[in-house]
């Protein structure tokens, strides 16, 4: 092919490619198109596989030492099951105080959603543009629909490619996520700033201090109320409204294993976009 | 034939990446498989093949990072072609005459994914500068290695060919 030609068809590819970004730009991290899907369906079996050999090699390696840690982890979960089996006692009994109260009101509670396991099969959370791949096997997902972990929230379901799905992560540029202090119940935006996660507009008059609890707020029409997101570090003022408060992310992303998606149904796009018709 | 070497090139980089991640958390900042994959392709000086290549290898690269789907595709496309449009003035004899190509390489392609990353997304809060000189530094020296180890793996191939040649000449 002539250079001339050549030079033709640089044009024409990065014309489609830059039209296919424009596309997405409005909706940044909402995203997925037919051709990532069909990319990613090819390509995720390959990380899945180098997931499942690193972690056979880690199991191996672990051999010669896995009695001894055994007994000493059987010993520590004993202990935590029967502390978590109390709670839940107690849960229970709350929750049916709720029900009733609910039922006398004629108050109907919204669903939490059951959590489905999904392995880990990629996970880049350190570089710039940061991803998480699952393998979700033969169940249905849907897009937006909030994953979490044992210790709190990770992200949501932004592109399906069955049997794998991309999660967006909350410390992503793009992502956000309505929160509130759980102590105070004030609420705000966590998003991520140049130094972590930030929880955004909090005016300077709000009661906010380092150690409290930040949790889902539940108005975003995506991730249900009470998941934790993350611990304040700092709260500093950011300008004369607002402070700049950086949050201790809940979730360790370096020793993400296992995560879980939730099976509620996110609010449908015209309640969550009321003007945009 | 030339095409399914690329292809397992491809699959190689991306399960080397995916290892790489695995063991490393912060190897993605640091390495940039794919883009010395790029160079690589591009050296033959075809400025097509290459132009293609980098697209493939952005595209899939695009599959495996957050953000929106698209900015590598453009970014290697251009590397791709760019890098073969140079092969065709530079004559690259050596491993080392490829470190500097596949350190440019880099230093363009994430000037053009910054770039474009600003154009199109909100508060995009830009990598570390210190980041983008090691992925340039290892990207060039991958780039030499990854050269001479083709070099040998193509003179050996050409050696045991000679020798069953020889030898089937003798019989």
């Known amino acids: 092919m002539s250079e001339r030609r050549t030079g033709w068809l640089l044009v024409v590819v990065l014309v489609c490619q830059l039209v296919i970004l424009s596309l997405q730009a409005p909706a940044a991290g909402a995203g997925g198109n037919f051709l990532e899907s069909v990319v990613l369906r090819v390509l995720a079996p390959l990380t899945r596989a180098v997931a499942l050999a690193t972690g056979g090699v880690s199991w191996v390696a672990e051999g010669f030492t896995r009695q001894r840690r055994l007994v000493a982890e059987n010993r520590e979960l004993r202990a935590r099951v029967e502390a978590l089996e109390l709670d839940l006692t107690q849960l229970r009994g709350v929750e049916a105080d709720l029900e009733q109260l609910a039922s006398d009101l004629d108050y109907q509670v919204p669903p939490g959603g059951r959590p489905r396991p999904a392995d880990i099969v990629y996970i880049d959370h350190a570089s710039w543009l940061r991803t998480l791949v699952v393998y979700v096997g033969d169940g249905a997902v849907e897009r937006n629909q909030p994953v979490v972990a044992a210790a709190g929230l990770v992200g949501r379901v932004v592109l399906v490619a069955p049997p794998y799905a991309k999660v967006q992560l909350i410390t992503d540029r793009t992502a956000a996520v309505g929160a509130m202090i759980e102590r105070t119940r004030r609420q705000g935006v966590v998003g991520s700033g140049a130094d972590g996660l930030e929880l955004d507009y909090l005016p300077r008059q709000a009661d906010v201090r380092p150690g409290d609890r930040v949790i889902t707020s539940g108005i975003d029409g995506i991730y249900p109320r009470g998941i934790p997101v993350g611990t304040v570090a700092s709260v500093e003022p950011a300008d004369e409204l607002f402070y700049r408060i950086r949050l201790d992310p809940a979730i360790d992303f370096g020793l993400l294993d296992r995560v879980y998606i939730l099976s509620r149904p996110p609010l449908p796009e015209p309640l969550r976009h009321p003007g945009a018709g | ?171």
């Not at chain 2, 990072?65 to 530079?90: E, N, V, W």
């Not at chain 2, 600003?118 to 990854?146: E, F, N």
């Not at chain 2, 001479?148 to 003179?155: F, I, L, M, T, V």
């Open chain 2, 1 to 171: 034939m030339r095409v399914t070497r690329f292809l397992a090139a491809l699959a190689l980089v991306v399960l080397a990446h995916a290892l790489g991640l695995r063991l490393i958390p912060g190897f993605s900042q640091a390495v940039d498989l794919f883009l010395v994959l790029v160079v690589l392709n591009a050296l033959n000086g075809n400025s097509a093949t290459a132009l293609l290549g980098g697209l493939a290898v952005g595209v899939a690269q695009d599959a495996l990072t957050g953000g929106l789907f698209g900015l590598y595709g453009c970014a290697d496309t251009i590397i791709g072609y760019g890098a073969a449009r140079a092969s065709q003035r530079l004559v690259i004899e050596r491993a080392t005459g490829v470190l500097p190509l596949a350190a440019v390489a880099s230093v363009v392609q994430q000037a053009i994914v910054v770039g474009l990353a600003t154009v199109m997304l909100p508060d995009p809060h830009l990598p570390a500068p210190i980041w983008l000189a090691v992925r340039a530094a290892t990207s060039g020296l991958l780039g030499v290695i990854a050269y001479s180890a083709a070099g040998w793996w193509r003179n050996s191939s050409d050696r045991r060919r000679r020798r069953r040649r020889d030898r089937l000449q003798m019989d």
